[in-house]
């Protein structure tokens, strides 16, 4: 699997943007063989190549990009179907996902901000997450290749666009809602939806253009057909951010400008003769007006994006050239980056804000000139109008306003004044001195760009590029066994600018101090390697002027020019100095080798070199006296050189400003004849397409050497070579010692295998001789087994037959003794029933003899009543007038006595016959369950019923006499008392004699019926006994 990676001028690692925005760290991010004009550099961010990292790499062509609704995040997808994330603001790119098949169109401002739409070659449309890198849904249904999204301002709703169809999409279920379908014929051109509106404009390959409602889908409008003049084919469209100006345009170099609140044709503008087709329009968002955006980039055939204004018809600024034409281009939201797919693939990202002043400038003023027309323009007044191509400037206006715009060029006659101190890009020397002077140091957002400014850096790509093709020198091959620096960028950044600066000059190949030197420039211009190596070199040309005439040594008459001027602002400390024997190699070589670098840090470093930089070569002679007089008191206390030594390579609580300060002073105030000013040159910069000679160095010495390090290398590379040579036969030989080895180890192995594959055959021989031995014998077992079963078949037979007959006879003795226990059961039944019943008899006895006496007591004290009523009557008479009613009272009273007592007699015999009635209908529930249990025995139920009948005859005599009494007593109307007690009385022992000749007859019957049920029994087990004798002599 190829790994993939992206690389910048910047940086080859995942970083690849500098964080702080300006023109310095702008060109910071172009790419090292960049040939386009220098305005233009200033303007890239950064250009990403997609290259694999094969043995042969090649480089994946970008195909789409898209920015999301904040403008500094955008995708990208290639042609292998892999999309990045860029984010700008965060300086990271992330490989969000992998489809394996080419995106045809991309769309990243949907409502769910980490979601993002891609059309594949399939005419598919899927949706991802670039967060949980997820596929969040697969839309279809296109049947050709969809080149557009459009994606509504609310973030629900897409339109894709294919040549054949448009379909509207529902960005929350994923589901189609409308489909528009077309004559083949007509094409589809484009279809999207207006900004911050709900209307969809489609665009037909006929130059028909309608409107239609999002919701409705109803058409809103059409415009009208553009003017028979105009043979333009409409092919490509652009609305500004407010949705009232369309711009159309096709194979030719005329723009159509529309007004779609008038929907009519307001503006024709004909671009530059050199364009001859339109392949891209997009407007250019500002800040400052409202969404009605004047500025519109257009795309022609030559790969060249043309920005004009459509008010004015200015050509503002263009970007791309023929050598790097553009593909297609994408504007951020808020207008502050362009990004654009170059024809070979790679991607650029622009900054509009470095581009041109002319974007998001303040409003202009109230005030405006009119101007008059040419007499040759006062008879055109048709709606076209030509794009007038120049140098991007304010439009200068009249001299009666005595008002001109400050341009910042140089006179071409070169008549300045104080020419020595104009630098580059229109920045004064003078007065960066000045600002220098007043705030200590230069700001840091700017300082970049005036250092380069202040070094008039050349920017050599070409020759720049020639010296970093040769590769790495042989001098700097083991940079990382001597300076072993964690970072391996950059240790890779250090050793190609070394390699770089040895290309260039020789003695910088033997420079010992030169990783030293360069380092601290190493590590600050990390992101831009051209910019560092011109650094260095100015550097080395001007500040390191004479180091190298005593070269190997260090520079002897360097170090005299500061042990004089030492000399003269602090004889003391110099006196220390020889006193210990410290010499100028050891108090001022190590901080000019370093430059500073071991003793200060990165912001007090910063901080000097922008006023070495912006001062005379001897600036940095005299920072080395400054360090010193301002360190003169500890200084003073040292007395042993190890001392010194940890001083100048160490850093100390020195203030850097009071440092440049005293740098300043012993400029002021060093003599002339001493002075390094007089002694170094001025300034001098780097030479403009080519760099330099620099042989400022004793040659025979530096030849010499190298002569001698070639001579080394030479013939090391023979002794290498040799052994090589010897090892290469060393190796041979013991090869072939090995294969001879291996071939008779392969031969015995083989002879080995051959007597074990025979005695694997033999054994195997054994084995199935063995095993016909062991199936035989096996056979035999299992057919004396098979006997044995079969013989034990037989038997387990035999066995379960007799076991079944016994099981029946046990069945049927069971079913004999359960039915001789339920006729068992049956009896003690009866027995209870009788004894029951007589228990009831017996109980209806006492009851019938209680309410006897109880009726007798009541007629005997009723008796007494009329008795005593009687007497107290006769006693109560004393004469004979009442004697007639108390003889009727007693007539009456005896009356009711009798009424009483037949009532009572009724009432006992009423209650006999219903205790009677009971035991009937007790006898009758008895006689229907004996009969339904009897069913099995007709002996025996008639023996029953017969015995139940006599007794039930025998029963009902007390109850027939109770009648006869009843009514002899009704006949005779009054009875004496004395004759009805001895009635009651004959009652009663005919009922007892009764009762005891039943209770002889229960007894006699029990004993008969226990006597028939033993017989009963024993003929029963003997038929029994016959049926289970029977099948066993059968069976035998």
Request: proline share 4%.
């Amino acid at each position: 699997m190829q790994v993939k990676h992206f690389h910048t001028q910047a940086c080859p690692t995942e970083t690849f943007l500098s964080k702080s925005p300006g023109p310095c760290k702008e060109a910071q991010a172009r790419l090292l063989n960049d040939e386009r004009p220098r305005g233009q550099r200033h303007r890239i961010i950064v250009n990403i190549i997609h290259s694999s990292s094969d043995y042969l790499p090649k480089v994946l062509r970008f195909l789409n990009v898209a920015f999301d609704s904040s403008g500094d995040c955008l995708i990208a997808g290639d042609h292998q179907g892999n999309i990045y994330v860029f984010d700008l603001y965060g300086n990271r790119f992330n490989l969000v996902q992998r489809t394996a098949q080419a995106c045809t169109a991309l769309a990243f401002n949907l409502r769910r901000k980490s979601e993002f739409l891609v059309a594949l070659a399939d005419y598919s449309i899927k949706c991802f997450d670039s967060v949980t890198k997820e596929l969040v849904s697969w839309m279809r249904g296109h049947e050709s290749s969809v080149f557009s999204i459009s994606v509504h301002a609310s973030g629900r709703y897409a339109i894709t666009t294919s040549s054949d169809t448009a379909q509207l999409w529902d960005l929350d279920t994923f589901q189609r809602k409308r489909k528009l379908n077309i004559l083949q014929s007509v094409g589809i051109q484009k279809v999207f939806f207006l900004p911050l509106s709900n209307t969809i404009l489609s665009c037909f390959k006929d130059n028909s253009i309608f409107a239609w409602e999002c919701d409705t889908l109803s058409c809103k409008y059409q415009l009208p057909a553009p003017p028979e003049s105009s043979s333009v084919l409409y092919k490509v469209f652009a609305v500004t951010r407010d949705g009232r100006i369309l711009a159309a345009g096709g194979k030719s170099n005329h723009l159509h400008l529309w007004c779609l609140e008038a929907k009519q044709l307001f503006r024709i503008i004909q671009m530059p003769t050199k364009v001859r087709a339109i392949r891209h329009l997009e407007f250019l968002p500002d800040s400052f007006d409202a969404g009605s955006n004047q500025v519109l980039g257009v795309l022609s055939q030559d790969g060249i994006m043309r920005f004009v204004n459509i008010q004015t018809c200015k050509l503002l600024f263009e970007i791309g050239s023929l050598d790097e034409g553009i593909s297609s281009s994408v504007i951020s939201p808020h207008g502050r980056y362009i990004a654009s797919i170059m024809e070979n693939g790679s991607l650029n990202i622009y900054s509009v804000q470095a581009l041109t002043q002319e974007i998001n400038k303040p409003p202009p003023p109230l005030v405006k000139v009119i101007e008059d027309l040419p007499k040759s323009k006062l008879n055109s007044g048709g709606l076209k109008m030509k794009v007038t191509s120049g140098r991007v400037q304010r439009p200068a206006k009249s001299r009666e306003n005595k008002i001109q715009a400050r341009i910042l060029k140089q006179d071409l006659t070169g008549n300045f004044e104080n020419k020595e101190n104009e630098v580059s890009d229109g920045l004064n020397k003078k007065r960066l001195q000045i600002l220098l002077k007043g705030y200590g140091e230069y700001p840091t957002k700017y300082r970049m760009f005036i250092w380069r400014s202040l070094l008039q850096l050349p920017e050599n790509h070409t020759a720049f590029s020639s010296l970093v093709d040769k590769g790495v020198h042989v001098a700097f091959l083991n940079l990382q066994k001597k300076y072993p620096i964690k970072s391996r960028k950059l240790l890779r950044v250090l050793q190609r600018t070394l390699s770089a600066l040895a290309h260039w000059s020789a003695i910088f190949s033997d420079t010992p101090y030169l990783p030293l030197l360069a380092f601290p420039f190493v590590k600050l211009f990390q992101n831009n390697q051209l910019i560092c190596f011109e650094v260095v070199a100015t550097l080395i040309i001007n500040w390191c002027q004479h180091w190298f005439e005593y070269f190997p040594n260090p520079p002897i008459n360097i170090l005299s020019m500061i042990e004089n001027v030492l000399a003269f602002h602090d004889r003391e400390l110099l006196q220390h100095f020889i006193d210990h024997d410290i010499t100028s190699q050891l108090y001022a070589w190590p901080l000019l080798e370093t430059v500073f670098s071991e003793v200060l840090t990165r912001e007090e470093w910063l901080k000097l070199f922008d006023n070495i930089f912006s001062n005379h070569p001897s600036f940095l002679l005299m920072t080395v006296v400054a360090y010193n007089t301002c360190s003169r008191a500890p200084l003073l206390n040292c007395s042993l050189r190890d001392d010194f030594e940890y001083f100048f390579h160490h850093r100390n609580n020195l203030d850097i400003s009071v440092v440049i300060r005293e740098v300043y002073h012993l400029m002021d105030t060093t003599p002339t004849d001493i002075h390094p000013n007089g002694k170094l040159d001025a300034f001098v910069a780097l030479t403009k397409g080519q760099y330099p000679v620099f042989n400022q160095y004793p040659k025979f010495i530096v030849d010499y050497q190298t002569q001698e390090r070639e001579r080394i290398r030479n013939d090391e590379l023979d002794f290498l070579r040799e052994r090589q040579m010897v090892e290469d036969m060393q190796a041979e030989v013991d090869q072939q010692r090995v294969e001879d080895e291996a071939w008779y180890q392969k031969q015995e192995l083989l002879r080995k295998a051959e007597e074990t594959r025979r005695e694997m055959l033999l054994q195997e021989e054994e084995k199935m001789v063995q095993q016909r031995q062991r199936l035989a014998s096996v056979k035999r077992e299992l057919r004396a087994k098979e006997m044995h079963l079969q013989d034990a078949t037989r038997r387990r037979f035999l066995k379960l037959q007799q076991d079944q007959h016994e099981m029946e006879l046990r069945r049927l003795n069971d079913e004999i003794e359960r039915k001789v226990h339920m006729r068992d059961q049956e009896i003690a039944t009866t027995a209870k029933d009788l004894e029951m019943r007589h228990l009831e008899l017996e109980s209806q006895k006492r009851l019938y003899e209680k309410l006897i006496e109880e009726n007798l007591a009541e007629a005997e004290q009723a008796c007494l009543n009329a008795d005593w009523r009687i007497q107290a009557l006769h006693k109560q008479r004393c004469d004979d007038l009442q004697r007639n009613a108390c003889y009727q009272e007693v007539a009456k009273l005896l009356r009711e006595n009798r009424r009483k007592e037949t009532e009572v007699l009724n009432a006992m015999v009423g209650e006999g016959a219903k205790k009677w009635e009971e035991a009937k209908e007790k006898d009758f529930h008895l006689k229907s369950e004996k009969k339904a249990s009897a069913l099995s025995d007709a002996s025996r139920k008639w023996f029953l019923e017969k015995e139940l009948d006599d007794a039930l005859e025998h029963a009902e005599h007390p109850y027939n006499t109770v009648p006869r009494c009843q009514s002899g007593q009704a006949a005779s109307g009054y009875v004496p008392r004395t004759s009805q007690l001895k009635d009651s009385s004959e009652v009663d022992s005919s009922t007892h004699i009764s009762l005891n000749r039943r209770r002889v007859q229960w007894d006699t019957m029990e004993q008969d019926l226990m006597e028939r049920v033993r017989n009963l029994r024993q003929r029963l087990t003997a038929q029994a006994r016959n049926r289970c004798r029977t099948p066993h002599l059968l069976a035998t």
